[in-house]
């Protein structure tokens, strides 16, 4: 650097300095003697007259003086001579000290050369250092651009977020106003939902009072004729079907001796309702969903189907799986899915057992034969019927209904020594319901019997195991229709405990309950003692036998 630089200058000005000039003034002449070796630009000795020449000298005075044999005298020339020699002595002298001082320069400039090479040596350590610290710098300097980049790049987004953040906050503000309209609006709206429902609230309670009205008008037990199709060829020409809810069976009877003329005997039956043999199932089952809506609204219902074997009892109760003939089970769950009112969730629990010779038998069972339990009927804490052992099944549609129906089956075709005609298949579906805004539930009970048929006592002529069958299977029926008069007739005592099956359904007959009574009959007319039983059976639900002629339970009433 520019130091260094002074440094030197001011150092070889020193040098100068210390030099003696080359130029001065010779002042005369010494001896000619030289103690030193012959320094740079010194002639040797046996030069020295050459040297002397060349040096503006004067040749000796004493060869001089010989030379010319002395135009002087020899002690001038010998004073010449003297004077030269200082004179020469002089300038050695001089020369001597010249020489000194330029050794001592020369020692000087070596001092400072050394000094310029180790300085030129830092210099370059120093340039080097210079030179990477540039390339440093340039470095820095190419990140610090790209900084810059980056940063004018940030700056500009920056800029297009406040864009954005100013359109976005009128935006916003007028989000803010449309969302204080909408909570206006959703109060308001709650308000009306809470006045809406307890609206419907109000008419909820109106429509179970005026269905539970209609419930009464119809009855609390209610019976209804089905007429299952002719199988095969026949005539039945002895069942007539007057209205929707009448039906007349008549006999022709041929004079014993063909003189007088044949005379026909009727038999006039009313009833809440006949299917004919046309009617569908999903006709039959319209009636059956007002009685679901009525389990939905808490009451227990009971639906029997009786009447002799063949005459459509499974049909109407179980159905077969295809869709149009599915029978009523499986339709209980659906509907009750659809009629459930507004605000209640519900919960189907299933339970479907076998009464046989007055003997339980669960038909949901699933584990193995050798460990099928025993059951018995208890009573629960809350004075409530139910059976121990038993299986039950959560369900809410109609497959799995009729999934169930199917392991009944497999299970009842796995029992032995007996055919579904001679027990009563219960199917009870167990109803929870639940409101959770009002806080309320409600319980109730539907049960489905698929009774065994009516008709085995009467043609059987059997003894042993299956006049024990016989026996249980006709005194738990009748045993049945003593228990719905007693009901119909409200009376005080009735014997539910004289059979399992009444005992059973204690809880679903008893109460605020609903009974309904399929009777089913067959129209082909060998079946028409059994036919003509079955329906006084039905018509004998509640009422006293007046004569030959019956009626229905809580308001039929008699035709002949
Ligand atoms: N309404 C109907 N429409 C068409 N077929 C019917 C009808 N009712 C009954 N059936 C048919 O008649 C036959 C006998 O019916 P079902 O098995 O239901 O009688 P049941 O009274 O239950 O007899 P069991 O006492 O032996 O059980 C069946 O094949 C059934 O499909």
């Known amino acids: ?140 300097l190419q990140e610090l651009s790209n900084l810059r980049c980056e940063l004018e790049k940030v700056a500009y987004e920056k800029s297009c977020l406040q864009k954005e953040r100013s359109v976005q906050g009128s935006t916003l503000a007028r989000l803010q106003a449309m969302l204080w309209d909408t909570e206006e609006q959703v109060r308001s709206l709650t308000d009306t939902v809470a006045q809406l429902s307890d609206e419907l609230h109000a008419r909820e309670m109106e429509r179970w009072r005026l269905h539970m009205t209609i419930q009464e008008l119809k009855g609390n037990i209610r019976v209804f004729c089905r007429v299952r199709p002719l199988q095969g060829s026949g005539l039945r020409r002895h069942i007539q079907l007057a209205t929707n809810n009448r039906i007349k069976l008549a006999k022709t009877k041929k004079s014993h001796t063909g003189k007088t003329a044949e005379t026909q005997k009727s038999y006039n039956f009313s009833f809440d309702r006949v299917f004919g043999p046309g009617a569908s199932q999903q006709e039959v089952f319209d009636e059956i969903s007002l009685l679901v809506q009525s389990t939905l609204d808490g009451h227990n219902v009971c639906c029997f189907a009786y009447g002799q074997t063949g005459s459509g009892k499974t049909f109407t109760m179980e159905g077969e799986e295809f869709d149009d003939n599915r029978g009523c089970i499986p339709r209980t769950v659906q509907a009750a899915e659809k009629l459930g009112p507004q605000g209640w969730e519900f919960t189907f629990t299933a339970s479907f057992v076998e009464i046989y010779n007055e003997i339980l038998r669960d038909l949901l069972y699933t584990s193995k034969a050798s460990q099928r339990p025993k059951h018995e009927i208890q009573k629960t804490g809350n004075n409530k019927e139910t059976i121990n052992n038993l299986s039950y099944r959560k369900v809410s549609t109609e497959d799995e209904v009729l999934g169930l129906i199917a392991l009944a089956n497999h299970n009842r075709a796995t029992a032995q020594n007996h055919h579904s005609s001679c027990s009563h298949s219960v199917f009870q579906l167990g109803i929870e319901g639940v409101n959770a805004d009002r806080e309320v539930k409600c319980k109730s009970t539907l ?74 009959i067959a129209p082909e007319p060998d079946s028409f003692g059994e036919t003509l039983n079955s329906l006084r059976l039905a018509s004998q639900v509640g009422e006293p036998e007046e004569d030959f002629h019956y009626v229905t339970a809580c308001r039929g009433h008699c035709l002949t």
């Open 1 to 140: 650097g520019k130091p260094q630089t002074a440094d030197t200058g001011s150092k070889q000005s020193a040098v100068a300095a210390a030099r003696p000039p080359l130029s001065r003034p010779v002042r005369g002449a010494g001896a000619a003697t030289v103690a030193v070796g012959p320094p740079r630009g010194v002639v040797k000795p046996s030069d020295a007259s050459t040297a002397a020449k060349g040096a503006n000298m004067t040749p000796p005075a004493a060869s001089t003086a010989l030379e010319t044999g002395g135009s002087g005298t020899p002690r001038h020339h010998a004073r010449d001579v003297q004077g030269k020699v200082s004179e020469m002595e002089d300038n050695i002298q001089n020369h001597q000290t010249l020489l000194q001082s330029i050794n001592q320069e020369s020692e000087v400039l070596k001092g400072l050369v050394a000094h310029s090479h180790k300085e030129k040596l830092e210099m370059e350590e120093t340039l080097t250092k210079l030179k990477s610290q540039i390339i440093q710098y340039k470095t820095q």
């Open 447 to 520: 049960c489905l019997v698929d009774l065994a048929g009516s008709e085995r006592m009467a043609k059987s002529q059997s003894s042993g195991e299956c006049f024990k069958e016989m026996t249980a299977i006709n005194s738990s029926l009748s045993n049945l229709s003593i228990v719905i008069s007693a009901l119909a007739n409200k009376e005080s005592h009735i014997l539910y405990r004289n059979s399992k099956l009444t005992y059973l359904l204690q809880g679903c007959l008893g109460g605020d309950y609903i009974t309904l009574m399929f009777v089913n």
